[in-house]
């Protein structure tokens, strides 16, 4: 399973961005997908996930509200729509799929859960 991140980018406190992940090999429409951010200086932290329908989606306390994921499986991509973006927000925003395929929202938030990783899009949002 091969896993490209894009739509990373510099905006300013308020705007939008929207980054997506797509999947090569395996079975995408199996998978729990999830997006995990690491700041510079910081540890790699989760930032939401969702299951293999979209039926379940989990969040991190802080962007709940202003961020969305969502997938589409017959394009093997799934999304990160970011909203009221703040400065605190800028990171490598990583995309990461768990083929095991069942979660749970403490599940869903550990990096360990996940077996295959996509490269980091840098998302900077000044002030």
């Known amino acids: 399973v091969q896993l490209q991140a894009s739509g990373g980018g510099l905006v300013q406190a308020g705007g939008s961005l929207r980054l997506s992940c797509a999947a090569s090999?395996?079975?995408?429409?199996?998978?729990?997908m999830g997006w995990f951010r690491q700041a510079p200086g910081k540890e790699r932290e989760f930032v939401a996930a969702i299951n293999w329908n979209g039926g379940s989606t989990y969040y991190r306390n802080s962007v709940k509200g202003r961020f969305t994921i969502s997938r589409d499986n017959a394009k093997k991509t799934v999304y990160l729509q970011m909203n009221s973006l703040k400065p605190e927000d800028t990171a490598d925003y990583y995309c990461a799929a768990d083929t095991y395929g069942v979660t749970d929202a403490k599940a869903a938030s550990r990096e360990d859960e996940y077996d295959y990783w996509g490269q980091g899009t840098l998302v900077t949002v000044s002030s």
């Open positions: 090999g395996g079975t995408f429409s199996s998978y729990v």
